[in-house]
């Protein structure tokens, strides 16, 4: 059995297998991978992803420079109130990246997120794995969007985000009650009120008293990421971080 095994290779079926779940292409460019590093991305795709940055602000997850305090939070979220505690991202939603959360929006752009947001977990290696979190949570859609399309970007990096650091995948217990007008037509004050009293915990015991990391696409007023936590914080949470592909600033 062994020596059957052994005429095909068992890493050869494994292969197989994988190949049809995750063909062997880069999810950005295309191009054939070899998939030692990543299942998603090419080392050159991977390499441009990068940030140049080597510091974060604890609050926003904006990139900054070295020597900036930013315990009381950075230029971009000085003056906002946020009930998460901490937020990390890939990078500025800016450029390459930007264009790849638009694409990763499409119904074909599961593995290009999931090539983000496994690349999000190694270049945060550090702040994730201080993290003590007892879930990983979506950002809801409301479920009038889920009938239109089953493709989530915020439910795909989530899941793989749960699968690296090994932490529960919560995707039923944040819901969006409210069918809101999308955010980026909206000012700041119209964005709050927009999404007031849309999120709920539902059967949130699960929840209770343990610390969650919400997962979104893109964070950049922070208001709905706010809402989310407010909402999960309200529920019995005790902590709630935040991890996103991209952090826009300026926009
Ligand atoms: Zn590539
Ligand atoms: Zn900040």
Known sequence: MTKRWGMFGLSTTGRLVTDFVHPPYCAACGVRTDRSDSPFLCEDCQAEFRPTA???????????????????????????????????????????????????????????????????????????????????VPVPRHWTRRWWTRHDPALVPARHVAERLGVRLRADRLVKVKRTPSQTSLSTTERRRNLSGAFEVRGGRALVGGSVLLVDDVLTTGTTTHRCSRALLAAGVSRVDVAVLARGVGL
């Open 54 to 136: 080597t510091h974060w602000c604890e609050r926003c997850g904006a990139p900054c420079g070295p020597y900036q305090d930013t315990s009381n939070g950075c230029v971009h979220c000085r003056n906002d109130r946020f009930a998460f505690g901490s937020a990390r991202s890939l990078g500025v939603y800016d450029g390459r990246l930007r264009q790849a959360c638009r694409l990763g929006k499409e119904e074909s752009g599961a593995a290009l997120l999931a090539g983000l947001a496994t690349l999000l977990v190694e270049v945060q290696a550090e702040w994730f794995a201080a993290g003590e979190w007892t879930a990983v």
